[in-house]
Structures are given as C-alpha cells and as structure tokens.
Nanobody, 123 residues
Framework: QVQLVESGGGLVQAGGSLRLSCAASGRTFSTYAMGWFRQAPGKEREFVAA????????YYADSVKGRFTISRDNAKNTVYLQMNSLKPEDTAVYYC????????????????WGQGTQVTVSS
C-alpha cells in the first residue's frame, strides 16, 4: 500500500509558475513509475506527465510539453511537477498516482491516487 499527499497548489496569474510536490509513504517508492494527472470541473481526468523509477525517462501531454517538468527525488520519496508559463486552461485539481499498468498515458494504468491539490490560473 502506498499513500500519496500532493501539495504546492494555489492561485497564480497567467504566465506565472508553481511547483507541485507529491510525497509518498513506503520503502518501495524508488521502484515505482509515477504520474501526474489533472481534472478540471466537468471534464475527465487527463494525463499531464509521467516519470520512470529512476527519473531517466519522462512523458508529457502535448498541452504541457515545454512548459512543465516532472522530476523525482527517491531519497525524499517525492515527485515534483514544475509548472511554468501557466495558462488559465491549466486550472484544475492535480493528482499524482503510481503507475501499475502498461500504459504511461491512461489513468486506468495508475493506482494509489492522492487527494489532489487545486491549481487556479487567473487571466
């Protein structure tokens, strides 16, 4: 069992930056691939970014490529999402999760979801 706690969300103006953190419990964190998803009101939860166990391979949604960076610190059991050049359409609740299936992009391949952190980008 893994427990995930997201933090770092808030209100920011368009063009600004935020760094989200996802702290994980358990001694096996370094063996897991991790992902970030987001869900805006009235919309499906969508893939944002993912990272393999070592941090050497990353994946991004086209909508955030070049603006967001996923990273991890296995010594701290934490995965991060650095978000730059934020846009109003980035407004959503952001979730981290453990990848347990074969897909990098499908939410069905992820488990042990955190409670989420709200990101609001004003225009």
């Amino acid at each position: 069992q893994v427990q995930l706690v997201e933090s770092g969300g808030g209100l920011v103006q368009a063009g600004g930056s935020l760094r989200l953190s996802c702290a994980a419990s358990g001694r096996t964190f370094s063996t897991y691939a991790m992902g970030w998803f987001r869900q805006a009101p009235g919309k499906e939860r969508e893939f944002v970014a993912a990272i393999n166990w070592s941090g050497g391979t990353t994946y991004y949604a086209d909508s955030v490529k070049g603006r967001f960076t996923i990273s991890r610190d296995n010594a701290k059991n934490t995965v991060y999402l650095q978000m730059n050049s934020l846009k109003p359409e980035d407004t959503a609740v952001y979730y981290c999760a453990v990848r347990r299936g074969s897909s990098w992009y499908s939410k069905g391949a992820y488990d042990y979801w955190g409670q989420g952190t709200q990101v609001t980008v004003s225009s």
